[in-house]
């Protein structure tokens, strides 16, 4: 089964499985290069579904570092819900992983001072450090590059 094929059937079937199986399924995912148009959408819906189990959710946000988008509109508008989980979930693990995918996205380096942002507001400090440490480590990838 090629990853395409693991990536349809994890979105035909997701609603159909437990909490544990959602989680199993997006923690093995791994996308093909083709796949960000298909998945993005699906993982943000994930993500923003605050109905859903909150590790399930976490792992959708975790999928952004493997998924290779190359479209500019789709990276941005992926950074832009990343970015409002980030600032306003209630679930202090799901803002600090959106928090720090962004970094993996193309085109964080133009949500930088919105990141800074972001950091300098968040009341729990995990969060911020963890989000400064991925900013820090961008910058550092950027700048070496």
């Known amino acids: 089964m090629s990853s395409e094929s693991a990536a349809c059937e994890v979105i035909a079937n997701f609603a159909q499985w437990s909490a544990d ?32 189990d909150d590790l399930v959710r ?16 789709l990276a941005g508008r992926c950074r832009r819900a990343l970015i409002h989980l980030a600032r306003t979930d209630d679930d202090w693990d799901v803002r600090n992983a959106a ?7 193309p085109g964080a380096e133009r949500e930088l001072e919105t990141m800074r942002s972001m950091i300098a507001a968040e009341q729990e400090c995990f969060v911020r450090e963890n989000v400064g440490a991925a900013l820090a480590m961008f910058l550092r990838r950027r700048d070496s590059a």
């Not at 998945?39 to 579904?49: E, G, H, I, M, N």
């Not at 976490?58 to 509109?73: C, G, P, T, Y």
């Open 58 to 73: 976490i792992e959708a946000v975790r999928v952004f570092a493997i998924l290779r988008i190359d479209d500019d509109s």
């Open 21 to 52: 199986g959602r989680f199993s399924a997006l923690r093995s995912l791994i996308p093909e290069d083709g796949d960000g148009p298909l998945l993005a959408s699906f993982l943000l819906a994930v993500a923003a579904d605050t109905t859903e």
């Open 99 to 105: 928090g720090c995918a962004v970094f993996d996205l």
